[in-house]
């Protein structure tokens, strides 16, 4: 059964701190590992990592994958308080099934 | 830009009533996707639609039937509804093709209660 595990599961954190969160898995036919950003509606896509991009980075956020590992990381610098939201890890596998881990909670408090 | 809409934001229904969740999406995308989103639980797949008239099971599909008659439409059916099926429910579509592919787009969901 492919599992995606995420952690820390919820983290508050002040304005202008660096959060690294983190998202590891075990699956069968791995093809491409996604960050997702859900605020109180529908995630939206973040990233995505796969055997030929392990590193992604746009603006103050970056991710990399660690294949070696099956892990990978969202970094994001200099919060702020609209960075609030829930971020969802998913792995894709053969048949364009996504797996996804349980989140992460972010809290930025000014 | 990529649209993927649901039928309703909010629905209230009673135990034992055939409810119906509608999923469009405007991107011709081949793939469509059923999840509930629970707290603690994260998103798990009910069931997913490769293709018109085509659906497999996904991780807990019990409790409910799916329906894909037009490529762009995707119909998640409970037959009787009971209490523990209130949820957010998300509909997402992708393309078909190489891992390139894999983003799945996502409705604002339907967040379901059921008395």
């Known amino acids: 059964e492919d599992k995606v595990v995420q952690s820390p599961l919820s983290l508050v954190v002040h304005e202008g701190d660096t959060v690294t969160l983190n998202c590891s898995y075990e699956?069968?036919?791995?093809?491409?590992l996604l960050w997702y950003k859900q605020e109180k509606k529908a995630p939206t896509f973040l990233f995505m990592l796969?055997?030929?991009?392990i590193e992604k980075k746009s603006g103050r956020l970056s991710s990399i994958l660690d294949k070696k590992e099956l892990s990978s990381i969202l970094n994001i610098t200099a919060t702020q308080t609209g960075d609030s939201a829930i971020y969802l890890c998913?792995?894709?596998?053969?048949?364009?099934?996504?797996?996804f881990g349980e989140g992460t909670q972010l809290t930025v408090n000014p | 830009d990529v649209k993927v809409t649901q039928s309703s934001r909010y629905l209230v229904k009673r135990t034992g009533e055939k409810v119906f969740l509608e999923c469009v999406q405007d991107?011709?995308?081949?793939?469509m996707f059923w999840y509930r989103q629970d707290p603690g639980l994260g998103l798990r797949l009910i069931y997913f639609?490769?293709?018109?008239?085509?659906?497999e099971k996904g991780d807990i599909p019990e409790g409910y039937s799916v329906s894909r008659e037009k490529k762009e439409r995707f119909s998640l059916i409970l037959e009787s509804a009971s209490t523990n099926q209130t949820s957010m429910y998300l509909c997402?579509?992708?393309?078909?093709?190489?891992?390139?592919?894999?983003?799945?787009?996502f409705g604002p969901g339907t967040r379901l209660t059921v008395l």
């Open positions: 997402a579509s992708s393309s078909r093709g190489g891992p390139s592919t894999d983003t799945q787009y």
């Open positions: 699956v069968t036919n791995f093809r491409s």
């Open positions: 796969t055997s030929s991009g």
């Open positions: 998913a792995v894709g596998t053969s048949g364009s099934r996504l797996t």
């Open positions: 991107m011709d995308h081949e793939n």
């Open positions: 639609s490769y293709d018109v008239k085509m659906k």
